[in-house]
């Protein structure tokens, strides 16, 4: 016997029992985004690597260790795309959407790290995420905020998330900032991790993300980002608490979230859960104003965020949001007898034609009537019709309620459609 191919080590197959959670997030999805008025962005799966380089930041853990790189056979250096936001942005710069334009974009689909699988956390991991361009505001900061805490709210999640925020100011702010926590962190090299060591000089700011007891310690006495913004990034910043407040956005400040992506400036966001463990973070982002410039376009001020599909999926189930074994039809069709698969399959079309937004499953492979009504209940269903050749000849079908303690009773053709809908 040959010997069975497996699945690529965190790259996980989706199985029917699983699809309708994530039918319910994608469906939730479509839904919000409609209702903000944004519009959907589909953009290659592969792209060249120095965008991902260039924007995410090449001292990064995604671009250091994470990304799933190779040459083409042109010799060209290409990757998996790791998150959307760069090749958003690129597919803005190269079909002219961006520059003084205004664009709300969202997008879903598949990107890829090269990390430890671990629940809630693979290879090839899903995104849903949102982009704005062309707005400058703590407005438009608040919107995507809104956005967030509407998603929870669609999907009974709201009592199990926290939002946690933060501002890094501008560019010149952060370079200020930047040599004043450095000259901090020499004193205290040896003290540091590892990772923390490293960083020191090529992305000091992610020295405050250490997961390291002993150096968090260590950053309580360091200089604070807050310090050194000026009345701008202040005003900035109060204005989004302010409309997140009169919004009744229940939010946390929190001074040492940065992110783990170069490109953002100014406001940062997550939103956490304590239901998942370790993976406490469900949804991220913030401002990247000088992303566009940076990949070739004009300056143009973004924002947006992105979400994690599988850690979401994960939350609803953990919670018991989605329903274990959903049925997988509201109606079976059973034939009866030789010759009635045929009048059984018009039925079946006749339902999907009167009563589209029935789940009609029609009977294949023969079978007495035990096992038929076997399959039927095994579907899900909550009705099953049964055509057999009297039937067939009086031009009705036996309706046989499967879920509720009622006798089955004989419908003309003509009129099963209205009946179905009716007592379902």
């Known amino acids: 016997m040959a010997k069975q191919i497996q699945a690529i080590r965190g790259m996980n197959d989706l199985l029917p029992s699983q699809t309708p959670a994530w039918h319910k997030l994608e469906q939730a999805i479509r839904e919000l985004t409609a209702s903000y008025g944004y519009s959907e962005i589909r953009t290659p799966i592969v792209e060249s690597t120095d965008l991902f380089k260039?924007?995410?930041?090449?001292?990064?853990?995604?671009?250091?260790?994470?990304?799933?790189?190779?040459?083409?056979?042109?010799?060209?250096?290409?990757?998996?795309?790791?998150?959307?936001?760069?090749?958003?942005?690129?597919?803005?710069n190269q079909h002219g959407l961006l520059y003084n334009q205004e664009q709300r974009l969202w997008y879903v689909g598949p990107m890829f790290r090269h990390e430890r699988p671990q629940k809630g956390r693979y290879r090839q991991f899903h995104q849903f995420g949102v982009e704005?361009?062309?707005?400058?505001?703590?407005?438009?900061?608040?919107?995507?905020?809104?956005?967030?805490?509407?998603l929870w709210k669609k999907l009974g999640l709201a009592e199990h998330v926290t939002?946690?925020?933060?501002?890094?100011?501008?560019?010149?702010?952060?370079?200020?900032?930047?040599?004043?926590?450095?000259?901090?962190?020499?004193?205290?090299?040896?003290?540091?991790?590892?990772?923390?060591?490293?960083r020191m000089y090529s992305n000091p700011l992610r020295v405050l993300d250490s997961k390291s007891p002993k150096t968090q310690a260590l950053l309580g006495d360091a200089p604070k980002l807050m310090d050194f913004f000026g009345e701008d990034t202040k005003a900035h910043f109060s204005g989004l608490c302010e409309l997140l407040d009169q919004a009744g956005i229940q939010y946390v400040v929190n001074p040492r979230l940065v992110r783990g992506l170069d490109y953002y400036n100014r406001t940062v966001f997550e939103w956490v859960t304590s239901s998942l463990?370790?993976?406490?973070?469900?949804?991220?982002?913030?401002?990247?104003?000088?992303?566009?410039?940076?990949?070739?376009?004009?300056?143009?001020?973004?924002?947006?965020?992105?979400s994690g599909m599988e850690r979401l999926v994960l939350l609803l189930q953990e919670l018991e949001l989605v329903e274990s074994e959903p049925a997988i039809a509201d109606v079976y069709v059973a034939a009866m007898g030789a010759g009635s698969q045929a009048a059984a399959f018009a039925l079946s079309e006749q339902l999907r034609d009167e009563a589209p937004e029935l789940?009609?499953?029609?009977?294949?492979?023969?079978g007495n009537f035990k096992k038929q009504m076997k399959r039927a209940d095994k579907s899900g269903a909550r009705v099953a019709l049964i055509l057999g050749e009297d039937e067939i000849a009086r031009g009705e079908v036996m309706v046989k309620p499967l879920r509720r303690d009622e006798a089955q009773r004989s419908v003309a053709l003509s009129e099963v459609a209205q009946v179905i809908k009716d007592s379902i």
């Open 54 to 92: 260039r924007s995410i930041g090449e001292v990064t853990d995604i671009v250091e260790k994470e990304m799933y790189t190779f040459e083409d056979r042109n010799g060209d250096s290409l990757t998996l795309r790791p998150e959307g936001t760069a090749s958003t942005v690129r597919a803005g």
């Open 277 to 306: 463990g370790a993976q406490g973070t469900v949804l991220a982002g913030g401002r990247y104003d000088g992303l566009v410039n940076q990949l070739g376009g004009k300056p143009t001020p973004a924002v947006g965020f992105a």
């Open 132 to 150: 704005v361009y062309g707005l400058n505001g703590p407005d438009i900061d608040a919107e995507v905020l809104l956005m967030s805490a509407r």
């Open 359 to 366: 789940k009609v499953m029609s009977h294949c492979g023969g």
């Open 163 to 198: 939002l946690e925020l933060n501002t890094l100011g501008d560019s010149d702010e952060r370079a200020a900032y930047r040599d004043a926590l450095v000259a901090y962190l020499e004193q205290h090299k040896e003290s540091l991790d590892e990772d923390s060591q490293r």
